[in-house]
Structures are given as C-alpha cells and as structure tokens.
Nanobody, 126 residues
Framework: QVQLVESGGGLVQPGGSLRLSCAAS????????IGWFRQAPGKGREGLSC????????TYADSVKGRFSTARGNARNTVYLQMNNLKPEDTAVYYC???????????????????WGKGTLVTVSS
C-alpha cells in the first residue's frame, strides 16, 4: 500500500523559511518522481517542484524558482521541499505526490500524479 506523509508545515513570518518533508512508503519504482504541490483557499492545485527518484533530476515552477528547492533525503523515499523568503501568498496546504519522471511531466501537472499525501498547512503571516 502506497503511503505518503507530509510534515514540517506551520506558521512562519514573511521572509522566513520552512522545510517540508515527504516520507513515502509502499512503492519501489525507481523511475518514479515525487512532486510538491500546493492549494490555497479558493484556488486550484499548483505544481511547484519535481524530483526524479533515480537520478535526482529536478524541475520547478516559475512561481517558486529561486526560492524553493527540492532534494532527496538520506532516508530512502524521503524528499524535502526547502522554502525560503516566504510570502503571504505562499499560504496554502502543501502536498507531495508520486508520479512519472519529471521529464515526462515538465509542467508539473497534478493530473499526472498517481498517489497523494494528505497535506500539511503552511501559513505565512506576521
């Protein structure tokens, strides 16, 4: 059974940083990728980043390029999302998901993803 669990969300002031973690279990497909997405109240789900499990290749949405970065953790099937210089408009529920390799989903389309975590809330406010 595939399971994804996000953690690390919380309240942070504008300009601050957070690191989200995604722990995935129940799958061992080396060519898969883990993507990060977010959904703000009243808005659609937005793709933020993608990292291919096999070789660590990454892609980013233009909206977060230069502020957010994703990386594989030392623990197997763990992926992080480092978020810097956070803004109030970054407030959202953040999700990780498993899907095809990043080069097959260059627009980080949430509809291409197969399995999802339940999300972690990030609130950026003073």
């Amino acid at each position: 059974q595939v399971q994804l669990v996000e953690s690390g969300g919380g309240l942070v002031q504008p300009g601050g940083s957070l690191r989200l973690s995604c722990a995935a279990s129940g799958f061992s497909v080396d060519y898969a990728a883990i993507g990060w997405f977010r959904q703000a109240p009243g808005k659609g789900r937005e793709g933020l980043s993608c990292i291919t499990k096999r070789d660590g290749a990454t892609t980013y949405a233009d909206s977060v390029k230069g502020r957010f970065s994703t990386a594989r953790g030392n623990a197997r099937n763990t992926v992080y999302l480092q978020m810097n210089n956070l803004k109030p408009e970054d407030t959202a529920v953040y999700y990780c998901a498993i899907g095809p390799p990043c080069d097959l989903n260059p627009r980080i389309d949430y509809r291409a993803m197969d399995y999802w975590g339940k999300g972690t809330l990030v609130t950026v406010s003073s």
